[in-house]
């Protein structure tokens, strides 16, 4: 009698800490993810952590080409061969494109139960030796990213706890993965301008809003006889050294000041809204006393903040 009693409070400890631990691998999960890492290295971390909490026998993400309606494969953990490493698939051919379409958890007991799957794409799954299988839909403001899976090489049918932990954590993949698309995005973006700018036909610097050089291109380089190595990130007025052999404002520095002010230094002046262009004489470049003609703007972000010259 007592070891009946025993046995029902063994397993609901069991359960209790269980509950605790998968808490724990979540909130593992969200820090990592929240951390320094590319974007195959959170999706990576993704499918470990999912296989974990869920104690399948494995978990994997297969990403959305939306051009093409296609899901490939991106990122695995508990595989035993390579037989779905290459694979691409049309969203109606397969589970994942299920999930989507119904936005939805799609799960299966048995995995060749389902007449709907393509022979080829079941062929492949086999090799793997996987049976049971349950895949949800990553997305966030109605656009798909991609599809996250678990399945278990046995026959089994997923219970409503193990669906709603899935739920969860496709949730807080989307947004992560959403937010390093977005930043991938941004570097693109900048290395893109910079690369515009570095082979614009006229010598261009660019000072950030702290007064340090991020752009010096190569026509620049060509002026002063600077290289770009040498005054990248550089402050402290030190870009004007080759123009003027000290540290001192340059025509970018004075953008915000009155043309009275401006005139102090250089001879002509003329504004154009956010833009400036002056004149002056200079001692040294090169060596050799030269007068420039210069046009500085400003650089403002999309919200309408100042964030260079």
């Keep these: 009698m007592a070891k009946e009693m025993m046995q029902p409070a063994m397993e609901s400890e069991r359960e209790l800490g269980w509950e605790l631990r998968k ?47 296609e899901l490939y494969a991106h990122s695995f953990c508990g595989v035993l061969t390579g037989s779905m490493n290459n694979m691409r698939f049309a969203y109606n051919k397969s589970l994942g494109g299920e999930s989507i379409a119904s936005g939805k958890v799609a799960a299966l007991e048995n995995y060749f139960s389902c007449p709907d799957i393509e022979p080829e794409i079941k062929e492949l799954v086999a090799k793997e030796g996987l049976v049971s299988m349950m895949a949800v839909p990553i997305s966030i403001n109605s656009q798909e990213l991609g ?33 390093r698309k977005a930043e991938e995005s941004l570097r693109h973006s900048q290395r893109h301008l910079a690369d515009i700018i570095n082979f614009l036909p006229d010598p261009t610097l660019v000072i950030n809003d702290e007064g340090v050089v991020i752009s010096w291109n190569k026509a620049m380089e060509e002026m002063t006889g600077v290289p770009a190595s040498d005054m990248l990130g550089k402050g402290d007025y030190e870009y004007a050294i080759p123009f003027y052999g000290e540290k001192r404002p ?42 420039l003609w210069g046009k500085a703007t400003l650089l403002y972000d999309t919200q309408g903040r100042k964030i260079g010259l």
Excluded: W
């Design 23 to 69: 808490f724990q691998i979540l909130y593992e999960m969200a820090i990592s993810m929240s951390a320094g890492q590319t974007l195959d290295m959170t999706l990576q971390l993704i499918v470990n952590k999912t296989r974990e909490i869920l104690q399948t026998d494995t978990a994997f993400i297969f990403l959305c080409d939306n051009q093409r309606k």
């Design 147 to 179: 599809v996250l899976y678990v399945a278990n090489r046995y026959v089994k049918a997923f219970d409503r706890e193990e669906i709603d932990t899935f739920i969860l954590i496709a949730n807080l993949a989307a947004v992560e993965i959403q937010r």
């Design 250 to 291: 340059i025509l970018a520095d004075l953008m915000l000041e009155s043309d009275d002010e401006i005139q102090k230094t250089y001879s002509i002046v003329h504004r154009d809204g956010n833009t400036l262009v002056a004149e002056t004489s200079l001692p040294c470049v090169h060596g050799i006393p030269k007068v």
